[in-house]
């Protein structure tokens, strides 16, 4: 299996509201990101998780979440977003060892903040 | 900011090799070159990477200019699938983590 799976592919939901996007991969990966992107940009670092622990954050704002509950799972949990954050989100994986920084995504979560 | 700059847009004949070029003028001794592409509608997929050497895989050659200021990504025969957006990233290599920061890319359009 080599595939990240992310779900749910499309979400839209309102600024009040919160939901949670989820990441799945069972390649033994121990790092684990999340991206954004916006429409005809290239993918932004937003997240990393090592060993299940948060090692980089991109100065992204509160209302997002992020969750590692254990190596194969990774959450990104919203709140109160913003029409503007309305993007394309990917989670990738990989090895996290030395000379093997290949990092494989997911196709990714359409979002649409009405 | 990415390190990397690339031409926003390329086109090759179906069956032709395209040569996709990334200029990396600030590249450390320490740090790779990665190339991704991102088919439309999907996440970007990982094609090749290499510190100096030239390297080969089954989808893609890179060569690397001997002053690694710049590389150049072959895909030797070009086929409608390989319409996508190649990223050209120069990161840090074994050991670092996260720092995958991607660039504005070429548009590569492969035409029959």
């Known amino acids: 299996d080599t595939e990240v799976t992310q779900t749910p592919k499309h979400l839209v939901m309102g600024m009040t509201n919160k939901k949670s996007l989820k990441c799945e991969q069972h390649?033994?990966?121990?790092?684990m990101y999340w991206y954004k992107q916006k429409a005809k940009k290239p993918p932004e670092l937003m997240f990393v998780?090592?060993?299940?622990?948060?090692?980089i954050n991109e100065s992204v704002p509160s209302r997002f979440s992020p969750e590692c509950p254990n190596s194969s799972l990774l959450n990104l949990h919203l709140h109160a977003l913003q029409p503007e954050d309305s993007a394309l989100y990917l989670c990738?994986?990989?090895?996290?060892?030395?000379?093997?920084?290949?990092?494989?995504f997911g196709s990714g979560t359409q979002l649409s903040v009405l | 900011d990415a390190k990397t700059t690339q031409p926003p847009s390329m086109d090759c004949a179906e069956g032709r090799a395209a040569n996709l070029p990334c200029n990396h003028s600030t590249i450390s001794g320490n740090e790779y070159v990665y190339w991704y592409r991102q088919i439309h509608s999907q996440g970007p997929q990982y094609i090749i990477h290499g510190l100096k050497n030239n390297e080969t895989n089954e989808m893609a050659s890179l060569i690397i200019t001997e002053d690694r200021k710049s590389s150049t990504l072959i895909l030797p025969h070009a086929t409608l699938r390989d319409t996508a957006v190649y990223y050209c990233?120069?990161?840090?290599?074994?050991?670092?983590?996260?720092?995958?920061?991607f660039g504005k890319g070429t548009k590569l359009s492969v035409k029959p």
């Open positions: 998780y090592s060993y299940e622990k948060l090692s």
């Open positions: 990233i120069v990161r840090a290599g074994p050991g670092s983590q996260g720092n995958l920061i």
């Open positions: 990738a994986s990989s090895p996290a060892r030395p000379g093997h920084e290949k990092l494989f």
């Open positions: 390649m033994g990966h121990r790092a």
